[in-house]
């Protein structure tokens, strides 16, 4: 069973965040599989339950931290991989996001995922 509530930002965000997403995901048989696909946004990802992986297009595979940056994919990176019970939330950025709040300029994200944790 997989469901996606998707909630949009109150007024006071909306010029920096385009959505919050909630995603649950039980498995109880095969892994569920879900491709990653270009996008422009930014996304801070929290991961809970079972750890998700993902098997990127050059063959190397890793474990999502439970707080990572999914930053903006100019093409398919490869595919993510749930199995048991997990729960996620993420918090979709607009484009220009990671300059205006935190003055980091949004290429150094740019086809990237990994940890946002200090």
């Known amino acids: 069973m997989r469901t996606i509530q998707i909630v949009m930002p109150r007024c006071e965000l909306r010029e920096f965040v385009r959505a ?3 995603r649950n995901i039980s498995c109880s048989g095969e892994e569920i599989k879900q491709p990653d696909t270009a996008s422009l946004e930014h996304i801070l990802a929290f991961e809970f339950g079972d750890p998700a992986r993902t098997d990127y297009t050059n063959g190397k595979s890793k474990f999502l931290p ?3 940056v999914v930053g903006s994919q100019t093409s398919h ?3 993510a991989y749930f199995a048991g019970h997990h ?3 993420g918090i979709f ?3 220009l996001a990671s300059w205006e709040l935190f003055h ?3 290429a150094v994200f740019a086809n990237e995922n990994g940890t946002a944790e200090i």
Request: charged share 15%; glycine share 12%.
């Open 87 to 89: 729960d996620g939330f």
């Open 66 to 68: 439970r707080i990572h």
């Open 104 to 106: 980091i300029p949004p």
């Open 77 to 79: 990176s490869g595919c």
């Open 20 to 22: 919050f997403a909630q």
């Open 93 to 95: 950025l607009k484009p």
